[in-house]
């Protein structure tokens, strides 16, 4: 059926060391445990609020879409205050090295001197 001998002769019964080495031996167990299930649960937490952040934008995002096309006038999309300076857009891997690719200026020297500037301009903002 089984062995239920002690483990040690010199832990038999009413030994009091292997009842403290068990004692210690749960204790220690059941903190690692429970700092373990805690580390799960704040990571689980983290990720469902990134995905929540994302979600929000996407949604805000195509409300306001839906708002600039259908509710808003030929005069009031002309003005410029309307519309922030830069615009984030969230893109793959693979999306954003198509768009590099694309739309990358390389050489510098093609582009007129107005084209220059704002190029230029652009990249020192970025940088700065």
Known sequence: A?????????FGNGTTGFSIMM????????????????????????????????AHLK???????????????KASREKGDYYPKRIYYGASDEEAVRFHS????????TLSA?????????SDEVTS
């Open 114 to 122: 107005e084209n220059r500037f704002v190029v230029k301009s652009s």
């Open 23 to 54: 004692v210690v031996f749960y204790f220690f167990s059941a903190i690692l445990l429970l700092n373990i299930l805690i580390a799960h649960m704040n990571n689980a937490f983290n990720e469902s609020a990134e995905e929540g952040e994302i």
């Open 59 to 73: 949604l805000l995002s195509g409300v306001i879409a839906e708002k600039e096309t259908y509710a808003m006038t």
């Open 102 to 109: 694309k739309y990358s200026i390389t050489d510098v020297s």
């Open 2 to 10: 089984g062995r239920f001998d002690p483990i040690n002769p010199s």
